[in-house]
């Protein structure tokens, strides 16, 4: 199972909604899309099941080009793409059956499928109500049945939880938990909670770019430094840093403690209030996205 987005770019127009992406997902598991709204998020995931087709660069599924060869690349997916709609007037079995069909899934394994379906997001309590008589969270149930129907490898998820209520959001995390244990799971999210709590992987987005990806970052080592004065800091023990007003977020270069840091840059005449570690996925967010939405349009 393997996603692969190399130099993924679309433009809209005058906006870059997506800017040369370069991200390897492989194996089962979570991986989320954090960022707020306009990032890119859900242009990423609509890339991934060809809903659109990039403006350069390409989306591999199991090394299969999905703007070239969508059949055979989506194959292996289930997606839920914005949010589900379904006719009406149809029964959440008949909506599973229809999309069986499409699927080529046979009689009998549909027969398997609906139970298995039903132990995991319990559609089957209200699958043979109409679905315009269905709440929000039944519908994402229904949603969710219809990505897994078949048991694709992979699955792609746009904003699950949106829109739920609380006991809801904890049913659909539950069940996506219990389906990242077999298949590889991308979603989007711009709940930190929920990236935290469901998520193996973390990939935070702004402006079309990846701005930080949890599986690169295991040497990462984050000081938050607050000083009383602000001047551009250089030199081989910084490996990175973004800066909002007298407030530093420092990568250091793993070979050297935070002793030599600070020391360091008392050297380069920064006056240092305090410092603190920063390590959790709130922080990094803010730091990443530092308070505020990047404007991605190109004039
Ligand atoms: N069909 C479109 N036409 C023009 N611009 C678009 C279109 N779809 C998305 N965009 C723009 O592309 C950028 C990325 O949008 P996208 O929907 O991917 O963001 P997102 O991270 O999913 O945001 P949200 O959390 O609000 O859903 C935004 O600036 C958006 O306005």
């Known amino acids: 199972m393997e996603i692969y987005l190399d130099s993924l770019t679309k433009n809209y127009r005058k906006i870059k909604a997506l800017d040369s992406i370069n991200l390897k997902i492989e194996g089962h598991g979570c991986t989320g899309l954090l960022g707020p709204n306009g990032a890119g998020k859900t242009t990423m995931l609509k890339l991934c099941t060809n809903i659109i087709k990039p403006s350069h660069g390409k989306v591999e599924l199991n090394n299969v080009n999905v703007a070239i060869y969508p059949e055979k690349a989506l194959e292996p997916v289930g997606a839920l793409i914005e949010q589900p709609e379904f006719y009406s007037y ?104 929920e990236a935290r709590e469901l998520c193996d992987r973390t990939i935070i987005i702004n402006g079309g770019k990846i701005e930080y990806d949890s599986a690169m970052s295991a040497e990462r080592s984050l000081l938050k430094i607050t000083a009383t004065n602000s001047i551009d800091i250089t030199g081989d023990k910084i490996k990175d840093y973004s800066r909002d007003g007298n407030v530093f977020i420092i990568e250091k270069n793993p070979s050297f403690s935070n002793y030599d840091i600070i020391g360091d840059l008392i050297k380069q005449g920064l006056k240092i209030e305090y410092v603190e570690k920063f390590d959790n996925l709130e922080n990094i967010y803010v730091s990443v996205i530092g308070g505020k939405a990047k404007d991605n349009n190109f004039s």
């Not at 699958?127 to 269905?134: C, E, H, L, V």
């Not at 229904?142 to 739920?164: H, K, R, W």
């Open 90 to 193: 149809l029964t959440g079995y008949e909506i599973l059956e229809f999309t069986s069909k499409i699927k080529g899934i046979g009689k009998d394994e549909f027969k398997s499928e609906m139970k298995r379906l039903g132990e995991l997001t319990g559609i089957d309590a209200y699958a043979d109500r109409k679905t315009g008589t269905y709440s929000r969270g039944m519908k994402q149930r229904l949603a969710l049945s219809v990505a897994m129907l078949g048991n694709p490898e992979i699955i792609i998820l746009d904003e699950p939880t949106f829109g739920l209520d609380p006991k809801g959001m904890v049913d659909v995390r539950n069940i996506i938990k219990d389906i990242a244990k077999e298949h590889l799971v991308l979603l989007s999210t711009h709940l930190i909670s």
